[in-house]
């Protein structure tokens, strides 16, 4: 769906093309890790803009790379996805100026985006192609602007008196008074094609920085009189860019709590939110209760009515209604259905299924195993590769040996079965239905349903009591160095 409104009042409608800067080194981020790849909320900072840009309807995205363009391009591939390089990186000007080619003269509305710039939304891109294209003789351009209580080393924006740009100067240039300005560039433009190409061409690098700088087009326009619009972000952090690892953990919470806010609006109690991590593309149920401490990654989905205590850590793991996961409990590719609780200090691995009402407790680690309806495994006990039947009980301490040195075999618990406590199961094995080990039994042999299966040395009492004092322990001489 376009967010993009229709426009009203006859001014141009032109198709919207994104062009996202993503070349720069990023120097202040000191890594080996081109910066637009460095990950906020678990996704690359340039995923975040390139989704902003499909989401306003940009008809085409291109994507400008330079360093580590290799990389880049491999992370951020996508059949929409188009990548023009910048060779050498001479600043955002010159950036933005590779993307001519790609256009060949197209007319179109240039949605120019940082690929460090990820808070964006599509409704203000919406908004400010909607500027740079209204009215009769239309303006120059629009840009972003927000007005920040630490604007940091930010471009400074000053208006002219009719609310239009006058200039923009960037931190390194700019003298104290036009430091003190709170007013900056967010780093996000609507700009018309191809006109902008020659306002491109005529850069100078007479800078502090010796680059080619973006900002300096829409300065000139300013100066020779064309109207550059500025659209003031309603939320200030749409404009949080990242230059550094702080501002990368800045950006990072911001996305996680747009999430939780949203999450909470839709019914679910956060009761930390700076304790919680969320990822973006998490789906959490109503009334699920998410306390201090968790942490819920990649295509995680928690049904309704859930509790998960301190210290829950859930990746691509789907809970059903009503689960309760208790403390410090670790799930992995695991399918938990309703009513199932699982810890504290649990660990369910890929491939883990447990049915509804079953229970896993402390220190129980499960690996491509299914626990059915009712089934317990209640302490300390290696699931692996196994298939626990309807009400099964596994006692504490139970192993499937389900590694022979060279390949995993399975072992099959049936319905209602009684696995006495610290039962060995070497694999491949069956335990039939309603079938009992006696506990410390190494069981090799398949169980009959039924029967009860006792594998272990028969306990001899002898007689007396042996080896009542030990004996004492010789003092050995040795002779040490000197
Ligand atoms: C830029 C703006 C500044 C604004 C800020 C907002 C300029 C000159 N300054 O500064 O006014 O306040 O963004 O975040 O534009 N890039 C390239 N090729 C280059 C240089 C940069 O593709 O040669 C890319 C970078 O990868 C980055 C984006 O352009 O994604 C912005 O570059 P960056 O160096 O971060 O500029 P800022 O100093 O943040
Ligand atoms: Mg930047």
Redesign the pocket.
């Known amino acids: 769906m376009s967010l993009i409104p229709d426009i009203p009042d006859g001014g141009r409608r032109r198709s919207r093309v994104a062009v996202v800067?993503?070349?720069?080194k990023?120097t202040r981020m000191v890594s080996r890790l081109p910066?637009?790849l460095h990950r906020a909320a678990g996704r690359p900072l340039l995923a975040w803009v390139l989704d902003a840009a499909r989401a306003a309807g940009c008809s085409r995205l291109i994507v400008?790379v330079?360093h580590g363009a290799e990389q880049v391009q491999a992370e951020c591939a996508a059949p929409d996805v188009e990548f023009v390089l910048?060779a050498e990186?001479?600043?955002?000007g010159?950036?933005l100026a590779q993307a001519e080619a790609a256009l060949a003269g197209q007319e179109a509305t240039l949605l120019v985006l940082?690929?460090?710039?990820p808070l964006v939304t599509p409704a203000t891109l919406a908004e400010l192609a909607h500027l740079s294209e209204a009215g009769e003789a239309g303006a120059w351009g629009a840009m972003a602007v927000a007005e920040l209580a630490e604007p940091g080393?930010?471009?400074r924006v000053i208006p002219r008196p009719d609310g239009g740009l006058g200039s923009?100067v960037?931190f390194r240039d700019a003298n104290a008074e036009q430091r003190a300005v709170r007013l900056?560039?967010?780093?996000l433009y609507a700009l018309p094609a191809p006109q902008v190409f020659a306002d491109l061409a005529a850069l100078t690098p007479d800078n502090a920085q010796g680059?080619l700088?973006?900002?300096d087009a829409p300065t000139a326009a300013a100066r020779r009189g064309e109207r550059v619009e500025l659209l003031a972000l309603a939320d200030p952090a749409e404009?949080l860019?990242v230059?550094d690892r702080a501002e990368l953990a800045a950006v990072h919470r911001r996305l996680l709590d747009r999430h939780l806010l949203a999450l909470a609006r839709s019914g679910v109690t956060v009761l930390e939110p700076a304790r919680t991590v969320v990822e973006p593309g998490v789906e959490v149920g109503a009334d699920t209760v998410l306390h201090p401490d968790v942490t819920l990654l990649g295509s995680t989905r928690v049904g309704g009515g859930c509790t998960l205590h301190q210290g829950a850590w859930l990746l691509d793991t789907v809970l059903g209604e009503g689960v309760t996961i208790f403390p410090y409990s670790v799930l992995e590719g695991a399918e938990v259905a309703a009513g199932a609780r699982v810890g504290p200090f649990a660990r369910l691995r890929p491939g883990t299924r447990l049915g509804e009402g079953s229970r896993v407790g402390n220190f129980v680690e499960v690996k491509g195993s299914e626990l059915k309806a009712g089934a317990k495994a209640g302490h300390l006990a290696y699931l692996g590769d196994a298939t626990v039947g309807e009400g099964a009980n596994i006692g504490a301490g139970v192993v499937t040996c389900n590694f022979d040195g060279e390949a995993k075999h399975r072992t099959e618990i049936g319905r209602g079965a009684f696995v006495g406590s610290d039962t060995m199961l070497v694999a491949p094995v069956r335990v039939g239905d309603g079938a009992t080990t006696a506990a410390g039994s190494v069981i090799t042999k398949d169980v009959p349903a039924g029967g009860l299966a006792v594998g272990r040395v028969r306990q001899k009492n002898l007689p007396g009591r042996l080896g009542r004092r030990r004996p004492k322990t010789e003092t050995i001489e040795t002779e040490t160095e000197s």
């Open positions: 800067l993503a070349a720069g990023g910066k637009v400008v330079g910048q990186q001479r600043g955002t010159h950036a940082s690929g460090d710039v080393m930010l471009g923009i960037e900056i560039n967010a780093g680059e700088y973006l900002t404009a860019g230059n």
